[in-house]
């Protein structure tokens, strides 16, 4: 990985959990969740989290689970195209694309970790704080109904 920005490190740090997830864990599918990007919270807000995920099913699921937990979640685009910013002449992948589309390129990037397992990458930078209050828990009920769904 070419590493173009040090302030995108934390995506680094997620591409290691997603190799091991995928490869030793043995998992079925894979959700993430993370504060990876303002680019996020200028889209959606400080309300709602983003879910980049290329299968229809694990959306769907998601989606059920933040009607039911009231954790505010949106389906957001995963536009192939935007892979082309993150080539590198000198590694496998940069760790950050161009300037637009921020959000995009981090779930791309991600996606190269996981091996044909679904997976959900998803964006809590804005929900997770509240300026007045502090640290919101959120997502947590969101991941608790989701998991408790598994193998029903």
Same mark, same amino acid.
């Given at each position: @990985? !070419? ?13 290691? *959990? ?23 919270? =200028? ?15 694990? *959306?769907?699921?998601?989606?059920? *689970? ?12 995963? =536009?192939? !195209? ?21 959000? @995009? ?19 809590? *930078? ?18 608790? !109904? ?7």
């Amino acid at each position: @990985i !070419e590493v173009l920005n040090t302030d995108a490190e934390g995506r680094l740090t997620l591409a290691d *959990a997603l190799v091991y997830a995928d490869k030793e864990v043995g998992c079925e599918s894979i959700i993430e969740l993370s504060t990876l990007t303002g680019a996020c919270m =200028v889209s959606l807000g400080k309300k709602v989290c983003g879910v980049w995920t290329s299968n229809d099913d694990l *959306a769907r699921d998601l989606e059920e *689970a933040s009607k039911v937990t009231g954790d505010k979640s949106w389906r957001m685009p995963l =536009v192939e !195209e935007y892979n082309d910013q993150l080539k590198s002449k000198i590694a496998d992948l940069t760790n950050l694309g161009g300037r637009y589309g921020g959000a @995009i390129t981090a779930a791309l990037f991600l996606q190269n970790f996981v091996d044909k397992k679904p997976f959900a990458h998803i964006d809590i *930078a804005g929900p997770v704080w509240d300026d007045k209050s502090g640290a919101t828990g959120f997502g947590a009920k969101l991941v608790t !109904e989701w998991v408790s769904k598994q193998g029903k």
